[in-house]
T-cell receptor
Framework: KNEVEQSPQNLTAQEEEFITINCSYSVGISALHWLQQHPGGGIVSLFMLSSGKKKHGRLIATINIQEKHSSLHITASHPRDSAVYICAVRLGGTSYGKLTFGQGTILTVHP | GAVVSQHPSRVICKSGTSVKIECRSLDFQATTMFWYRQFPKQSLMLMATSNEGSKATYEQGVEKDKFLINHASLTLSTLTVTSAHPEDSSFYIC??????????????FGPGTRLTVL
């Protein structure tokens, strides 16, 4: 079993739909990242969380440390949101910056 | 925001040749950089941690003599794939945490290098 599990693996939505991507991890962590990877391959860091909730534009990320679970929400989704979304954690006790990645969620938003 | 660049973005080489990939932090100093590889439809896998002024730390199963890492300055790390073979074809990505930031976990990723070995 992977230390970081994402669901769903694939997600198709219609424009304007509310989207949720989930991430569960099995060990103690220091921080959790949500990353976005576009078809060209480049990766953008969306959020870094260690507790609570963060919001940036139409994106919201939450984390529940006790339940070892995080969610990424996209409100009013748009075709340009189509990408792979990756959850990554910094495991407790590891050197700073060293991340363990989930397998990614492929999001496709249709107009 | 901080930027990490990689060069080249794409490279095609013949089997048996060596390929060097550069990772640069453009507006911050990075004492540590990370190298990942990503196979099609798979997530990133950490290969090694590049440390400025000292030897790189390799993950289990990664051949250090095959993937040479040099972190010669606070803004540059290089990954050299030696005697490349078709199975080395992959997408290689580097990242650098901004150690000068209060938020040490701020990570900046390079755009990646797609290596194809014929």
């Amino acid at each position: 079993k992977n230390e970081v599990e994402q669901s769903p693996q694939n997600l198709t939505a219609q424009e304007e739909e509310f989207i949720t991507i989930n991430c569960s991890y099995s060990v103690g962590i220091s921080a959790l990242h949500w990353l976005q990877q576009h078809p060209g391959g480049g990766i953008v860091s969306l959020f870094m969380l260690s507790s609570g909730k963060k919001k940036h534009g139409r994106l919201i990320a939450t984390i529940n440390i006790q339940e070892k679970h995080s969610s990424l929400h996209i409100t009013a989704s748009h075709p340009r949101d189509s990408a792979v979304y990756i959850c990554a954690v910094r495991l407790g006790g590891t050197s700073y910056g060293k991340l363990t990645f989930g397998q990614g969620t492929i999001l496709t938003v249709h107009p | 925001g901080a930027v990490v660049s990689q060069h080249p973005s794409r490279v095609i080489c013949k089997s048996g040749t060596s390929v060097k990939i550069e990772c640069r932090s453009l507006d911050f100093q990075a004492t540590t950089m990370f190298w990942y590889r990503q196979f099609p439809k798979q997530s990133l896998m950490l290969m090694a941690t590049s440390n400025e002024g000292s030897k790189a730390t390799y993950e289990q199963g990664v051949e250090k003599d095959k993937f040479l890492i040099n972190h010669a300055s606070l803004t540059l790390s290089t990954l050299t794939v030696t005697s490349a073979h078709p199975e080395d074809s992959s997408f290689y990505i580097c990242s650098a945490p901004d150690g000068t930031s209060v938020r040490e976990d701020t990570q900046y990723f390079g755009p990646g290098t797609r290596l194809t070995v014929l």
